[in-house]
T-cell receptor, first 118, second 113 residues
Framework: EAGVTQFPSHSVIEKGQTVTLRCDPISGHDNLYWYRRVMGKEIKFLLHFVKESKQDESGMPNNRFLAERTGGTYSTLKVQPAELEDSGVYFC????????????????FGPGTRLTVL | RKEVEQDPGPFNVPEGATVAFNCTYSNSASQSFFWYRQDCRKEPKLLMSVYSSGNEDGRFTAQLNRASQYISLLIRDSKLSDSATYLCVVSLYGSSNTGKLIFGQGTTLQVKP
């Protein structure tokens, strides 16, 4: 079974430019999460999709970030315009639909996209 | 105050040593608890879930103390391949129903020959 994949693996852009990150979850996983790790800090939650709907976007830093998951399959995270503080590693994770009797689901992480804003 | 606090280390130990990591979490509504492992420049991978009764997986033992809001991980007979960053992770699933994970900053372990 293929794992979570992310594209690109690295992106270097200049301040003010636009970048779009893509995540392909494990097939059949309804839950898709975006996280970010900036240098020296812990990994932080950005948002959560259930299928194509945004379940929780409380972690999105500001309106320069736009996440979509059209059709409930892959997701994109667009940063426009990028700022220096957006540099970091962006992880995507996916999980099975939650079985209420089993508690929280295991999240499988992709390899991340390393974004550098100059 | 961070939601999940860990000693960042690094912990430098010889092969075969026993090493223990601890973390504390601030939200008493936390429902699920995990240890993830992250190798350098790789993604986090689930090492084990942590239950109130304590649980063991081979050389790894995890403990949870809800009253103290404290989680621990014990690694026995350390191997070179155990060198990594260990992330303490909690989830509020059960009260918020979003499943988002809350990470500590991680504890770095370096096992030396």
């Amino acid at each position: 079974e293929a794992g979570v994949t992310q594209f690109p693996s690295h992106s270097v852009i200049e301040k003010g430019q636009t970048v779009t990150l893509r995540c392909d979850p494990i097939s059949g996983h309804d839950n898709l999460y975006w996280y970010r790790r900036v240098m020296g800090k812990e990994i932080k939650f950005l948002l959560h999709f259930v299928k194509e709907s945004k379940q929780d976007e409380s972690g999105m830093p500001n309106n320069r970030f736009l996440a979509e998951r059209t059709g409930g399959t892959y997701s994109t995270l667009k940063v426009q315009p990028a700022e220096l503080e957006d540099s970091g590693v962006y992880f995507c994770a996916s999980s099975h639909p939650r079985d209420p009797g089993r508690g929280t689901d295991t999240q499988y992480f992709g390899p991340g996209t390393r974004l550098t804003v100059l | 105050r961070k939601e999940v606090e860990q000693d960042p280390g690094p912990f430098n130990v010889p092969e075969g040593a026993t090493v223990a990591f601890n973390c504390t979490y601030s939200n008493s509504a936390s429902q699920s608890f995990f240890w993830y492992r992250q190798d350098c420049r790789k993604e986090p991978k689930l090492l084990m879930s942590v239950y109130s009764s304590g649980n063991e997986d081979g050389r790894f033992t995890a403990q949870l103390n809800r009253a103290s809001q404290y989680i621990s991980l014990l690694i026995r007979d350390s191997k070179l391949s155990d060198s990594a960053t260990y992330l303490c992770v909690v989830s509020l699933y059960g009260s918020s129903n979003t499943g988002k994970l809350i990470f500590g900053q991680g504890t770095t372990l370096q096992v030396k020959p």
